[in-house]
């Protein structure tokens, strides 16, 4: 009867060590969680454009402009009332029956929607009907920037510049960019900035020239650029 029971007693174990083993090879661990991921948005907010008086007192052009493209689901906070303000992806001037010499001006917030910061490097500006190419002279970093827009008018391909006291070239508006180039924008921050528009000789009469304007920024550890 003793080894019967020392018998038993072995099946017992051997059993159990065999469920150990069965309920460790088919168990599972399940982990669950939440991954928030960070973003880089900006936009610009609160666009005014303005003129220089006009030759005595006459209104003979305008220059005019609007934000376009809404980044809806991206709000940067008024630090003023509190209230969600949209930011835009893109600026939209219109010059219109412009002469030369006519100066136009440019004010607009750049504002960062996302959640980590960002350096402004730049400003994109092109025309959306491609009449007119676009080039920086003097480009960002370098603060305040120069460029400027022309005509290709004898097709060559290459800006060819005015000369002076003759021809007046391909130069049809300047440009100059001021402000915040190479600054940092935390989450919810905002920078003012302005361009400002030149009209030269070789723009035709009672025309309109239109650019779009995007800004150009890079998370903050990969400034400065290489």
Same mark, same amino acid.
């Given at each position: ?38 973003? #880089? ?6 666009? &005014?454009?303005?003129? $220089? =008086?006009? @030759?005595? +007192?006459? *209104?003979? %052009? ?85 460029? #400027? ?6 097709? &060559?391909?290459?800006? $060819? =510049?005015? @000369?002076? +006291?003759? *021809?007046? %070239? ?57």
């Amino acid at each position: 009867m003793k080894k019967i029971g020392l018998l038993c007693l072995a099946l017992v174990l051997a059993l159990g060590t065999i469920g150990v083993g069965y309920a460790m090879w088919f168990d599972t661990v399940t982990i669950e969680g939440t991954v928030d991921t960070a973003s #880089l948005t900006m936009g610009f907010q609160e666009l &005014n454009v303005w003129e $220089d =008086p006009e @030759v005595e +007192g006459k *209104d003979v %052009g305008s220059i005019n402009g609007y934000l376009d493209v809404e980044k809806g689901s991206h709000w940067v906070t008024d630090p003023h009332d509190g209230h969600n303000e949209p930011i835009y992806d893109k600026i939209v001037i219109s010059i219109n029956n412009a002469y030369p010499c006519y100066w136009g001006h440019i004010t607009f917030v750049v504002a960062n929607g996302g959640t980590i910061p960002f350096v402004i490097t730049g400003l994109k500006l092109a025309d959306p009907t491609g009449e007119l190419n676009f080039m920086w002279q003097t480009p960002p970093p370098a603060s305040p920037a120069y460029g #400027l827009f022309w005509k290709d008018l004898n097709g &060559n391909g290459v800006y $060819d =510049p005015p @000369v002076q +006291g003759g *021809d007046p %070239g391909e130069l049809i508006i300047w440009v100059k960019y001021v402000d915040n180039i190479g600054k940092q924008l935390e989450p919810c921050d905002e920078a003012k900035s302005e361009l400002d528009l030149h009209v030269e000789q070789a723009a035709e009469q009672n025309h309109t020239y239109t650019f779009v304007a995007t800004i150009k920024a890079v998370q903050w550890n990969e400034y400065p650029l290489p």
